[in-house]
Every structure is written in structure tokens, then in C-alpha cells.
């Protein structure tokens, strides 16, 4: 199974800035999701980072507030933009491993903006 | 868009009960995944399902996938503290655009008193 991690694990940011999450696999992997999870609530997925493509966001998610990278095939960044205090939330990354046909996910980051 | 409805979305028990969570939905599933998630750390896969009426268990957990992959349940016996935490079931997209996606149920919060 892959590994995953992220950073960072939490932060407390000021309105109106930026906050960019990184998430590592330890394998090469085709599709990587970010997701947003409010504690002890279910996951909302943001968007789909494909490798060598823009990335695929879900209704109610646009490219400006929260632009994602994938440069390779174990790397993606998420950077939260114009920070409000409701975009304080824990932020997950995945990654889809095609050949167990499974999703391993990071550990989270939780951000609390003031 | 698929949905998935889990149920219950909140459960207290004592040490030793048995209990089910269900999910469900109108759509079917090319396959269907149980994750667990404690404070602080992300969702951790505990088994996939693939096939229509498959039955897995995993030491007290027994898991089963609908006859026609439209809903899932997860069975534990004789629950103990260590078990407590949220339960998440995922479906999986069959291809097409949404290869890889997931749809995630509104997750149970399982309490497991001593």
C-alpha cells in the first residue's frame, strides 16, 4: 500500500493569506484527490490531480481559491488562497493505487484561520 | 451523482455488543471501500469489495458488498474501546471520467464504552 504524507500537519493563518499543503507518496501514482473534511464529518472531495494535466475540480470548488500542482508522479501541492475563517478545516490528500485498485490517504492538515 | 446514505451516524455501545452499519444507495458500485479515522490522522482503509454478494472478514469485522453492488454493511462483534472512532464507507465509479473517484457516505461516529 502507499505510503502518504503531508505538511504541514496544521497551521493557524490570518485572513486574507495563502496556505500551501504538500502530500508525498512513496510510490508513483496515476491519480491524486484533495479533499476537505470537517472534524467528525465525511469527506468532500475538491478536486482530481493528474499528472501532466490541470487538475479536475467538483462543483463548488473553483481553480483561483484553491489552484493545485502535480509536477510528478509522487507529488501534489494545494494551496488554499484569500484565506477566510470558513476555510478553517482539515484538508486530506490521496492517492488512488491502480494496482490493489485502492485509495491510501495522508494524514491531514489542519488549518484554522483567524 | 451518486449518493451514498449511511446509517447510523452516531452510535454509543458498551464493550462486548454487537452492532451493523449500513450504507446504501441507488447507484451501482464498481466496488466499495470501509475506511476507520481517529482524531488527528486520516481515514485508514480497512477492506475493499469488489464482487456483487462478496463477504470478507477481518478478525471481528465482517464485511459484506450487495448482491447488485448498490449497498454495503459493516458488522462488528463484540465491540471493544480500541474500535471507537469513524467509519467511513466509499463507493467506487465504475470508469469514464470519474475513474478513481470515490463517494463517500456521511460516516458513523462510533462510541465503544468500557
Known amino acids: 500500500s502507499a505510503v502518504i504524507s503531508q505538511k504541514p500537519s496544521r497551521d493557524i493563518c490570518q485572513r486574507g493569506t495563502s496556505l500551501t499543503i504538500q502530500c508525498q507518496v512513496d510510490s508513483q501514482v496515476t491519480m491524486m484527490f484533495w479533499y476537505r473534511q470537517q472534524p467528525g464529518q465525511s469527506l468532500t472531495l475538491i478536486a482530481t490531480?493528474?499528472?501532466?494535466?490541470?487538475?479536475?475540480?467538483e462543483s463548488g470548488f473553483v481553480i483561483d481559491k484553491f489552484p493545485i500542482s502535480r509536477p510528478n508522479l509522487t507529488f501534489s501541492t494545494l494551496t488554499v488562497s484569500n484565506l477566510s475563517p470558513e476555510d478553517s478545516s482539515i484538508y486530506l490528500c490521496s492517492a488512488w493505487d491502480v494496482s490493489y485498485n485502492e485509495q491510501f490517504f495522508g494524514p491531514g492538515t489542519r488549518l484554522t484561520v483567524l | 451523482t451518486q449518493l451514498l446514505e449511511q446509517s447510523p451516524q452516531f452510535l454509543s455501545i458498551q464493550e462486548g455488543e454487537n452492532l451493523t452499519v449500513y450504507c446504501n444507495s441507488s447507484?451501482?458500485?464498481?466496488?466499495l471501500q470501509w475506511y476507520r479515522q481517529e482524531p488527528g490522522e486520516g481515514p485508514v482503509l480497512l477492506v475493499t469489495?469488489?464482487?456483487?454478494?462478496e463477504v470478507k472478514k477481518l478478525k471481528r469485522l465482517t464485511f459484506q458488498f450487495g448482491d447488485a453492488r448498490k449497498d454495503s454493511s459493516l458488522h462488528i462483534t463484540a465491540a471493544q474501546p480500541g474500535d471507537t472512532g469513524l467509519y467511513l464507507c466509499a463507493g467506487g465509479d465504475a470508469g469514464g471520467t470519474s475513474y478513481g473517484k470515490l463517494t463517500f457516505g456521511q460516516g458513523t461516529i462510533l462510541t465503544v464504552h468500557p
Open positions: 490531480a493528474n499528472q501532466g494535466s490541470e487538475a479536475t475540480y
Open positions: 469489495v469488489v464482487t456483487g454478494g
Open positions: 447507484s451501482v458500485f464498481s466496488s
